[in-house]
């Protein structure tokens, strides 16, 4: 019975292991995608580099998880990408226009 434990105890650990591994790859995969988008790149490409985002801040609907303002003019939207782990740890953002133009991106990190 206690090798069964044991074993179970080590096939979890491995899977925490792996979890936390795949988030910090995906972690740097994000920053690595954010650093070649440019400003007047199109919403489009942005949504293929770094897939759907976790959140969509409108302009006028703060999302103040890590910035301490909104969205505002001449930010339309702000599309946001959680690090999945635990939220409110680090994030990256692209600020898109009304015609949904890149105006700017910003990869957020809790001191």
Not at 24 to 36: K, Y
Not at 42 to 51: A, F
Not at 60 to 66: A, D, E, F, S, V
């Amino acid at each position: 019975m206690s090798k069964i434990i044991q074993r179970l105890i080590l096939v979890l650990l491995a899977i925490a292991v792996i979890f936390v591994a795949s988030c910090s790859l995906q972690a740097r995969n994000r920053t690595q995608s954010l650093s070649r988008i440019s400003v007047g790149d199109s919403e489009l490409s942005v949504l293929e580099r770094l897939g759907q985002p976790s959140t969509r801040e409108n302009s006028g609907q703060p999302y103040l998880l890590y910035a301490d303002q909104g969205c505002i003019s001449p930010c339309f939207t702000r599309l946001w990408w959680e690090w999945p782990l635990l939220r409110g740890i680090e994030a990256w953002s692209v600020e898109l226009d009304s015609s949904g133009k890149v105006l700017g991106t910003a990869h957020w990190v809790s001191p």
